[in-house]
């Protein structure tokens, strides 16, 4: 009597379970979905013709002539990915970065050649200098080894300049120096170029999850870190400084990277701008799925879901991801 007493309590109180009786139920009452045409696909672009060469610690992901990235991004856009985000990695490198703001380096190449064959596909730039320096920092040294600062904002302006030029919809400066947005924004606008948008890696950490990314792009420094010019893990509060400042400059869109070790930094942006806000799920947090799934320990298609569910559900608009082409097929 007493058992029975006991479920009939239970039968009067409030079941959330109800809620998650099916698949259709579920999918019904999701508060989270992840936009695919907000998925950014990023791109590593060499010179040559008909490269497509792996990447070892990113399984599935190759360095592409420009040719193949141009092929690449009409089958991007039909798994309905709309927008990439360039890297380029070029032939001569120097302490001035001078192939990065060459006219026919393979970045402007590459915009060029995708904008032929898929005009409507959103092409940014990633706009830095490590891939194109010498010794893998990014932006002129001074005497004592550092990044300094203006005259590498100098170099960023120019070589925005020549990918406006080329017709890119989106520049992402991502090297942290002071005030390089709003120089520019007023550099954009006096070339004519005010309806390319900037799209600023804001808060951009010093981390270890870029390890791969150094090894795709060639970009490892050759002495010291990054860390007088990209955050301290530790500061969150700084973040919102520092997103406030590009706001102010005239950023369109402002991002937080890396994804997963700062999702609460995501949100704490996410409640003070009204901007887009994009995340950049990088190539460290890539390859541990990689390899996870690799050995078996864990589903990848589950997890990945999963984690951009999280970018998402955090405050996330646009998410920068190499899983970007695998997730828009599986999910069509």
Known sequence: MQLQERKTDLGLAVRPRRLRSSPTMRDMVRETRVNVSGLMQPLFIVSGEGVRAPIVSMPGVARLSVDVAAAEARELHAAGIRSVLLFGIPDFKDAYASSN????????????AIKRVVPE?????????????DHGHCGILDAQGDVENDATVELLVRTALTYADAGVDVIAPSDMMDGRVGAIRRALDEAGHSRVSIMAYSAKYASAFYGPFREAADSTPAFGDRRTYQMDPANAREAIREVLLDIDEGADIVMVKPALAYLDVVQRVRDRVTLPLA???VSGEYAMVKAAAANGWIDEERVVDELLTSFTRA????????FAKD????NA
């Open 315 to 322: 405050g996330a608009d646009i998410i920068i991801t190499y």
């Open 101 to 112: 703001y060459d006219p026919h380096g393979v970045v402007q190449r590459a915009v060029r």
């Open 327 to 330: 997730y828009a097929r599986r």
């Open 279 to 281: 995340v950049y799920n």
């Open 121 to 133: 596909m959103v092409v940014a730039a990633d706009l830095c200098n490590c891939e194109y320096t």
